[in-house]
């Protein structure tokens, strides 16, 4: 039986495990973490990774835990429509987008691998390309080695030597809160280097999140910061931010990847972060990590060359990584008049044309 090491269990890594085992390989998956959990964010789930997960046999499962999304679209910071999605459109076309907390989707699945095949509290040291993987507990040698450890791998440095993520300019908060009146839209809305967004989840909570200009490592920045900078915007945000709880913040500097030669070595392929670490203004990064555990698998159970993999991965995958930095920088301009500009057009741009700028990003199909 081949098998299948896999470094990292958080969703990527997971899901990677269960396409191989859908296959047949034996996998196991090491996880650096002594526990394997989400905490408080919400995950935006597009019609490609719905369809990622339909073959892993999990679409289901996470349709019954997910909320479909409303109506969307961006707005200024007094609330004025700056831009709306064709949501209608979308589902039409590609299927519902739906929302849901992080943590229930890494709950899924979690519960569809053996405990057994899960080995937590294993810091991998180094990952060979002849598939030996060197860690705190010995080594394990696979077919295929994968690297679902995130954007500071380590199995990376097997594939493309020692890599640094690129500093966004902007940090972001995230807390999910549950306000006193219902929420049942989601959207965004642009200020001055400033960005808030939120969404409903489908227990009633609403998870919120907000970008900011700013040096990395700049430390402070909490609930009394939220609402200085966004407490006069247009509601619901004085309302998300008056029931949101100081300790259930967290703030992060947004990082991504250049991009790399290869997304293979040898028996090494990378997924995920590990790969093409993204930011998050397109809602794509655990979505392309459910993509790459599909194909990893059917790539890998057809033949022994992983170069294929890397053809049809790279270039999708860095074009999101793309698209999504230059949507971060648009929506982050804080000079009046590039705000203006900004604004301005996307005013004047249709709704059609918006949904058909989304078709290179969620026009995939399962192999």
């Known amino acids: 039986m081949s098998k299948a090491v896999i470094v990292g269990g958080g969703i990527g890594g997971l899901a990677t495990a269960i396409a191989f085992m859908r296959r ?52 200024g910071s007094r609330g004025n429509w700056l831009s709306r999605t064709d949501t209608d459109a979308v589902r039409v076309r590609y299927g519902n987008p739906v929302m849901m907390h992080r943590a229930d989707l890494l709950d899924i699945l979690r519960r569809a691998i053996p405990e057994y095949a899960v080995r937590k509290g294993i810091s991998v040291t180094t990952a060979e390309v002849d598939g030996t993987v060197v860690h705190s507990a010995g080594t394990s040698t696979g077919d295929v080695v994968v690297g679902a450890d995130g954007i500071h791998s380590v199995v990376r440095r097997a594939v493309c ?27 965004e809305s642009w200020g001055s280097g400033e960005r808030f967004g939120y969404s409903a989840l489908p227990d009633g909570r609403v998870y919120c999140f907000a970008t900011a200009d700013m040096a990395a490592d700049t430390r402070g920045g909490g609930l009394i910061e939220l609402r200085t900078r966004f407490g006069s915007w247009h509601e619901p945000i004085p309302a998300l931010l008056a029931a949101a709880d100081e300790t259930a913040i967290l703030k992060h500097d947004l990082y991504d990847l250049p991009p790399l030669k290869t997304y293979t070595a040898g028996r ?48 999708r995958t860095q074009m999101i990584v793309k698209r999504s930095r230059l949507i971060g920088s648009v929506g982050q301009l804080s000079s009046p008049l590039a705000v203006l500009a900004r604004n301005a057009l996307l005013r004047s741009t249709p709704p059609s044309v918006q949904f058909k700028s989304l078709a290179r990003v969620l026009d995939w199909e399962c192999c």
Do not use: K
Not at 43 to 48: D, G, R, T, V
Not at 162 to 178: D, F, K, Q
């Open 24 to 75: 047949g390989w034996e996998v196991e998956v090491l996880e650096r973490s002594t526990r394997i959990e989400e905490v408080g964010a919400g995950l935006s789930l597009w019609p490609n990774a719905i369809r990622a997960l339909d073959a892993l046999g999990l679409g289901e499962a996470v349709r019954r835990q997910a909320r479909e999304q409303g109506a969307a679209g961006i707005r």
């Open 161 to 187: 030597g020692l890599i640094e993520p690129r500093y966004s300019g902007y940090t972001a908060w995230r807390v999910i809160v549950t306000p006193a009146e219902p929420v049942a839209d989601m959207g």
């Open 268 to 315: 090494i392929a990378l997924i995920g972060d590990a790969a093409h670490a993204m930011t998050p203004n397109l809602g794509q990064g655990a979505c392309q990590a459910l993509e790459d555990a599909v194909v990893l698998a059917h790539v890998a159970t057809r033949d022994d060359d992983l170069t294929r993999y890397d053809s049809q991965r790279r270039p």
